[in-house]
């Protein structure tokens, strides 16, 4: 009997929008408090496997910006991207531009540059994240094109991205996409133009945590004591 040839496993590849992210899990961490801090030191990986179950996770791709002006924020940040550089060997990181927009001052009204205003030290915070949609859009489509994945994953509930969507969509041969949408964010338009659309359960994010201390080359990296709760 001639033996059974097992067909090859679907071929994914997990887009992660990182701000929106971000702002799903605050969410998730405010008010009733059902998920902590930790859900901040996320395995992506992990997450990412979880998110595709039996395909083939070919990459993860993560697309995210330094933030500026809060020199502890950006210690956390900063610890996080080392650890998923360090322990996510699937995970690759694109950086867009984290901006301090021009603004006036809501106490003084005199034009400043800085998050604390330069004229009364008024502290005025908006920030502005630039590049992430547009890298998130520009890898999904050469990848498509490229013929890499059978199954896009978009972690987003970012509506600008429909355009790609359904250019990969229309595509030969036929690419499903399928959007996660982070907690407490929704988009319609997504929806409406996805293969299929799914919310980042809250035991999805229990069970996708980094190691409290990872070890790199020359020491190690810890998770923040402001996300050990």
Partial sequence: MAE???PPRERAIVYIDGF???????AATGG?????KRIYWLDLQKLAERMVQDRQLVVVKYFTARIKGNPQKENRQNALLDAIHWHCKKVQTFEGRYLLREMICRKCHRVSTD???SHCKTVNKLP????????IATQMLKDAYENLFDTA???SAD???VPPIEVIRSM???KRVIVFFPPHRFSVELKNVASNQLFISSTMLKHSHLPDEIQKPNGKVVIPDEWKG
């Fill in 4 to 6: 059974m040839v097992q």
């Fill in 20 to 26: 929106n992210l971000y702002f799903g899990l605050r």
């Fill in 32 to 36: 009733n408090k059902k998920l902590t």
């Fill in 115 to 117: 998050i604390a205003c």
């Fill in 128 to 135: 502005e994240e630039k590049k992430s949609d547009v890298n």
């Fill in 153 to 155: 994953y978009l972690i």
């Fill in 159 to 161: 509506s600008d991205l």
């Fill in 172 to 174: 030969s041969p036929p």
